[in-house]
C-alpha cells in the first residue's frame, strides 16, 4: 500500500510562482515513477510531468514545457513540481501519483493523491 500526500497549492497571480510536493509513504518510492497530474473545472483529467525512478528522465506536457520542473528526492520519498510562469489556464487541483513503469498515460498509475488546488488569478 502506497500513500500519497500532496502540498503547496494555492493562490497566485499570474506569472507567480508555485512549488507543489508530494511524500508518500512505504518502500515502493524508489522503484516507482512519478507523475503529476491535473484536473481543471470541467476538464477531464490530463499529464503534467513525469520522473523515472531515479530523477534522470523526465517528460512534460506541451502546455507546461519550459515553465513546471519534475524533481524528486529518493531519501525524503518526496518528488516535487515547480511552477513558474502560472498562467490561469494553470488553474486546476493537481495530483500526483505514482507508476511502476515511465509512462505519461494515466492507465499505469496505480495510487494516486488526494490533490491539491492552484488558482492563478488573471
Known amino acids: 500500500q502506497v500513500q500519497l500526500v500532496e502540498s503547496g497549492g494555492g493562490l497566485v497571480q499570474a506569472g507567480g510562482s508555485l512549488r507543489l510536493s508530494c511524500t508518500a509513504s512505504?518502500?515502493?518510492?524508489?522503484?516507482?515513477?512519478m507523475g503529476w497530474f491535473r484536473r481543471a473545472p470541467g476538464k477531464d483529467r490530463e499529464f503534467v510531468s513525469v520522473?523515472?525512478?531515479?530523477?534522470?528522465?523526465?517528460a512534460y506536457a506541451d502546455s507546461v514545457k519550459g515553465r513546471f520542473t519534475i524533481s524528486r528526492d529518493n531519501a525524503r520519498n518526496t518528488v516535487y513540481l515547480q511552477m513558474n510562469s502560472l498562467k490561469p489556464e494553470d488553474t486546476a487541483v493537481y495530483y500526483c501519483?505514482?507508476?511502476?513503469?515511465?509512462?505519461?498515460?494515466?492507465?499505469?498509475?496505480?495510487?494516486w493523491g488526494q490533490g491539491t488546488q492552484v488558482t492563478v488569478s488573471s
Open positions: 501519483a505514482r507508476s511502476p513503469v515511465f509512462r505519461t498515460g494515466s492507465d499505469s498509475y496505480d495510487y
Open positions: 520522473v523515472d525512478l531515479s530523477g534522470g528522465i523526465t
Open positions: 512505504g518502500r515502493s518510492f524508489r522503484s516507482s515513477a
